[in-house]
């Protein structure tokens, strides 16, 4: 492990408009952005922090994560954390952010000139005033929750990508997140879809840290506005350290017939939360949504998922499948809504849990609101241990049962990893769930 | 005050016929406590019943609980629900509790006639009948064999003169006072239900039945019931409830305890058709111990607003517990049903299986729990919900919670939500079957599993019941 | 081997409700009761992790203010539902006027 250096106190930022303002002026943003964030502050100080009355926030275990007095560095030339594992492979463009600045930036030529565009979001409000302007915040709305109006008003991590109408990028984009162990990070993803265009975009976060580094936040927006026809799969794989309390807000709105994939695995994070709400507006749009966790010690692994129906003929696919060893905890709290619009629709959800360990456990609760009644709609839930018969039958064949359990755990797994796009990304995550379930557990018992 | 509460006289007013059991006595009561709920009146029942000071100590407590508790704000819409418009005390007559059918006044006899309660227990159907009418039962029961083996099938009230020690020993322990808004009420204001005491090792064979009306207008029944299984005993327990039709809403408010002791066997089925003004809102939970099997049978065809969740808490090992629940929600219907189930040792099962009806903008919301704590290990649990949506104007929710604190278990959910399948219908219809025909055999195999699970008598009345209000709807 | 820790004075705990009192990390409900000792608690209800100690105490028995769930404050037994598991009880006594509590004597 690099050891971390002590964070300079200065680094602690209070939201305010000099905060703000401060920011701003560093990145070199257009006025207008400016007074997008001032706007978010006043909606951040209007807002309370999610209370433990409100359903979605009723299972998370918010003491302990820091709501004021955030680290939020703005360092030029840091290198990224070891942690953050290529994983795109023969990749088209990337774009890398750590401890708050663009550490690096490309972009093929080719798709550079047919005129797609993967930049930071600053430089692109400054550039693409009218096309930011117009998508920016209009998917994923800046009062969300609090932590969506703390992010819109102070991301320093931002991303913006276009994809022009009809065009296709074949090889993956990579966005990579990465923070000093004790820094809090703020970050926005924009995607914007144009009819018929298809591309896949790989966002990967760490920071390389111990369970003794000061407690810190993460806040990512993600929005994907995607107009008709379009194909786009997005992948994020998150590593914090573990003291990082990451929460992620990731909204969709699809087109006719537009078609997403949008995947969360998660390894790191003492505390991880997902929001993720897909608008399936768009007649005959689909959604695959997908979750993979491996949980140790006493992380907190939380999905909270709408799958919002209210084109005609709409479908989409909840899939999350997670294991936990020592004291981790998992909550799934999933809604298919399908409104009285949204004749001929599927929704569908899977939850499924293993526990490894006695101190683990899991509340995963999918929940169906259906007005329409053209639906075919299905949940589905389970938590349990590893499966003996699948053990016996493979000890029959010769396994130890420790092996025998890692491999039934490891394809227990598979079933989410092949659904993520490109073979290079299938591979590093079976590494990082091998990686993951061999660490030793770090002491019994330990609160996080 | 007791002494400034006077009875009113009823003024019924009967707005639409078409219901079929919308028809009223027009009688007066006996005694009715006027409009609104405060200590007079808990007293004043008390008073009435002539009861310890331990159980008018409880109600006292039970009434600053229902004060102090908030509306739930999940569920079903109860704010339109105004406690200071309701009868919590209507006594239908001074003949009270009767042994003998035919001392049971005549106007109270013709309401069990019309509903054919008296008919199954004269064709041997039945081991016991209670008829509870308004606020207290009428007629009560049992066949004297079992009687002789010492079982006990009485009012509440009754009970509560007779086995004095054994109401107190067990009362409010499943469900206490302060367990829920409505569960405090219920506490403050109980009267009648059934008290069923069953004899270690005696295994009542055929069912117990219970009949509850509310015939007043404005009107609130509260029963309460308690059933206590001693080891080995087996005992069916059967209610149906009905009532007229008025103008403004009624409200119906259950307690059900229920203690299966160790290998005992207790079966609880409702058929529920109140009319469509009466909220429903009753809590039911069951005590398992070692090896002990609960079931609840529960069938929601009526009432307005139905949130009604039966609990069996799996105390010790090899307890078993068990909820069918098949729930029909029509027009301005809400049905608000579900099953907890709590597993508190090893190698403890449930079984959940829900089917619900949407119609004619109905809305059916199954809603449930299922709770392992840590240390249960070797549990198994198997949820399973379907829905079907008959028109686009209905709506059905599926909230299934589940809270596992141990691994070494086998927790399952499944839930489906569709509409009747096209093909399905087109397949009946070639074989000359109208689309109404065709949609109502669709939904009695929809319902078949829990329809199966029922006596022959009352599987006949839900199939009876699910077609009145299939041609109500689609007719 | 016991280690009991001075948590309070006995005559600051009445007879009809318990008194609250943080230490060593937990938060314990001290209980009198009339014509007997004081009894200690842990202040969590095993049901719903509602505030018992801050629920009405009748005799030996106290009772969770969130869904009435009713324990026996000697040994930490749960009498009703909705409540399953006992609470954890810790050895007392009363020394010099100063109610102690064995805090390693969790059962």
């Not at chain 1, 990145?27 to 922090?49: C, V």
Request: hydrophobic letters at 40%.
């Amino acid at each position: 492990m690099v050891h971390a250096p002590a964070l300079d106190q200065r680094l602690t930022i209070v939201p305010s408009r000099d905060a703000v303002e401060t920011l701003a002026a560093s990145l070199d943003e257009p006025a207008w952005l400016r007074d997008h964030r001032l706007s978010a502050l006043a909606t951040f100080e209007s807002l309370s922090w999610p209370s433990a009355e409100e359903e979605e926030w009723r299972r998370t275990p918010m003491d302990g994560v820091p709501l004021e007095g955030w680290a939020l560095p703005h360092e030029e030339d840091t290198d990224l954390p070891a942690a953050l594992a290529p994983l795109g492979g023969d990749d088209a463009g990337l774009l890398s952010h750590s401890n708050g600045s663009t550490t690096e930036q490309a972009l093929d030529e080719a798709l550079a000139a047919q005129g797609v565009l993967l930049l930071p979001l600053s430089q692109a409000a400054r550039e693409y005033e009218a096309l930011v302007r117009a998508h920016l915040n209009t998917v994923t709305p800046v009062g969300y929750d609090r932590f969506t109006a703390l992010s819109a008003a102070l991301w320093s991590q931002g991303l913006f990508c276009y994809l022009p109408r009809g065009l296709t990028v074949e090889r993956p984009l990579l966005h990579y997140l990465g923070k000093r162990a004790g820094a809090s990070a703020l970050g926005h993803t924009l995607v914007v879809a144009e009819a018929g265009s298809t591309a896949t975009l790989i966002e990967s976060c760490a920071s390389d840290g111990t369970s003794t580094s000061a407690p810190s936040l993460t806040h990512h927006t993600i929005e994907l506005a995607l107009d008709a026809a379009t194909r786009v799969q997005l992948a994020r794989i998150q590593h914090w350290d573990p003291t990082t309390n990451a929460f992620l807000t990731a909204c969709a709105r699809l087109g006719r017939d537009a078609n997403l994939l949008l995947a969360s695995v998660d390894f790191g994070a003492r505390l991880s939360k997902e929001r993720l709400e897909i608008d399936l507006s768009g007649s005959g749009s689909h959604a695959d949504l997908l979750g993979l966790f491996v949980g140790r010690d006493a992380q907190h692994i939380e999905h909270n998922t709408r799958q919002n129906h209210s084109g005609v003929g709409g479908s989409s696919d909840l899939l999350i499948k997670g294991a936990l060893d020592d004291q981790a905890a998992a909550v799934q709290y999933g809604v298919v809504k399908i409104l009285a619009e949204g004749q001929k629709t599927a929704g569908f959800q899977t939850m499924r849990n293993l526990l490894l360990s006695e101190g683990a456990s899991a509340d995963p609760i999918p929940v169906l609101e259906i007005e329409a009644d053209d639906v075919q709609c299905s949940h589905a839930a389970a938590v349990g241990p590893v499966d003996p018969d699948h053990i016996f039958y493979l000890q029959s064949r010769g396994i130890p049962p420790e092996p025998a359990e890692r491999m039934v755990v490891q394809g227990f797994l598979e079933i989410v990893a092949q659904r993520l796009p490109g073979q290079h990304l299938r591979e590093a995550v079976a590494h990082l769930i091998e990686a993951k379930l061999d660490t030793p557990r770090t002491r019994e018992g330990t609160e996080p | 005050m007791p002494a400034a509460i006077k009875p009113d006289v009823q003024k019924p007013d009967i707005k639409k016929e078409a219901y079929e059991y919308g028809f009223h006595d027009k009688a007066a009561a006996a005694v009715k406590l006027p409009k609104g709920l405060n200590p007079d009146v808990v007293n004043t029942i008390s008073d009435l019943k002539s009861e310890p000071a331990w159980m008018r100590e409880l109600r006292l407590r039970a009434l600053q609980y229902f004060e102090q508790r908030p509306m739930p704000e999940w569920g079903g819409d109860v704010g339109a629900i105004d406690f200071n418009d309701i009868h919590y005390f209507v006594r239908a007559s001074d003949e009270r509790d009767e042994e003998n059918w035919d001392d049971v006044p005549e106007y109270i006899k013709n309401t069990y006639d019309k509903l054919g309660i008296p008919e199954a227990e004269k064709k041997g159907l039945l081991a016991g009948v209670g008829a509870q009418y308004d606020s207290e039962v009428v007629y009560h029961n049992i066949r004297k064999d079992l009687e002789a083996k010492g079982v006990v099938f009485l009012s509440t009230d009754q009970a509560l003169q007779d086995h004095e020690d054994l109401v107190r020993e067990h009362f409010s322990t499943i469900i206490p006072p302060n367990d829920n808004k409505f569960a405090a009420l219920n506490t403050a204001v109980w009267s009648g239900g059934s008290f069923i005491w069953v004899p270690e090792g005696v295994k009542v064979d055929i069912p117990l039945q219970a009949y509850f009306r509310i015939n007043s207008e404005d009107m609130g029944q509260f029963e309460r019931t308690l059933i206590i299984a001693e080891p080995g005993a087996e005992v069916h327990y059967v209610e149906g409830c009905t009532a007229p039709i008025y103008s403004s809403d009624s409200l119906h408010s259950a307690v059900v305890e229920i203690i299966a002791k160790k290998g005992a066997n207790v079966r609880y089925t409702t058929i529920q058709n109140w009319s469509n003004n009466v909220y429903n809102l009753v809590t039911k939970r069951a005590a398992a111990y070692e090896g002990a099997v609960m079931t609840w049978i529960d069938g929601n065809l009526g009432s307005k607003l139905t949130m009604k969740y039966p609990a069996v808490y799996l105390m010790e090992p090899g307890a078993h517990g068990e909820v069918l629940s098949v729930a029909f929600a029509g027009q301005g219907q809400h049905q608000d049903a579900g099953a907890k189930m709590v597993h508190g040792a090893p190698h403890t099962s449930s079984i959940i299986t829900s089917k619900s009806l949407a119609i004619d903008g109905g809305r059916t919301s199954y809603r449930g729990l299922v709770k392992v704590y840590e240390g249960a290990a070797g549990c198994r649990s198997n949820v399973r919900c379907d829905a079907l949506m008959l028109d686009d104007q209905s709506r059905s929710d599926t909230y299934p919670y589940m809270e596992i604190d141990e691994n070494r278990v086998d927790i399952g959910h499944e839930a489906t939500v569709s509409k009747v399948g096209e093909e399905k219908l087109f397949y009946l219809m070639s074989r000359g079957l109208t689309e109404s025909e065709a949609t109502k055999m669709i939904v009695n195999g929809f319902v078949e599993p829990i329809i199966k699970e029922l006596p022959m008598e009352y599987a006949v009345e839900l199939n009876r019941l699910v077609e009145l209000q299939m041609d109500g709807a689609i007719g | 081997m016991s280690r009991f820790v001075t948590v309070a004075q006995a005559e600051a705990v009445p007879e009809n409700r318990a008194v609250i009192v943080e230490v060593g990390g937990r938060s314990i409900a001290l209980c009198r009761i009339a014509n007997d000792a004081i009894y200690a608690i842990d202040n969590v209800c095993t049901h719903d992790n509602g505030p018992l100690g801050e629920g009405v105490l009748r005799g030996d028995r106290i009772e969770c203010p969130r869904h009435g769930a009713l324990f026996d404050v000697r040994s930490g037994a749960a009498k009703t539902l909705p409540a399953i598991k006992p609470v954890r009880s810790y050895r007392t006594r009363v020394a010099d006027g100063e109610v102690q509590v064995d805090l390693e004597s969790a059962e």
